[in-house]
């Protein structure tokens, strides 16, 4: 995050969806893990690195981040620099 301002980077919003998720299925670890990790990095530019892809076939667009068996899809507001965390769940289950 060196180098950004702070009104340069984008603001996290949690959904209901995915704090009902996180509850249900995914515990506080991989929440602390979400905060320390996910989130600085794509508040500062959600559209690149290495976990990060654009998913084809959705409407908004969406994008997921890949943190070991986890995946966390989210939407990107450009003109408000919002990010909405939409769902996390384990792999083998958010794709149903």
Do not use: C, H
Request: cysteine-free; overall charge positive.
């Amino acid at each position: 995050m060196l180098g950004k301002r702070r009104e340069d980077l984008y603001r996290i919003f949690e959904t209901d969806q995915f704090l009902n998720d996180l509850y249900a299925s995914v515990r506080s670890r991989a929440y602390k893990k979400t905060k320390s990790k996910i989130y600085p990095q794509i508040r500062s530019n959600p559209y690149y690195g290495k976990n990060i892809k654009k998913l084809k076939a959705y409407r908004p667009e969406t994008w997921r981040y890949k943190l070991g068996d986890l995946r966390i899809f989210y939407e990107i507001e450009d003109n408000e620099k919002i990010i909405s965390i939409l769902a996390i769940d384990f792999r083998g289950n958010i794709y149903k």
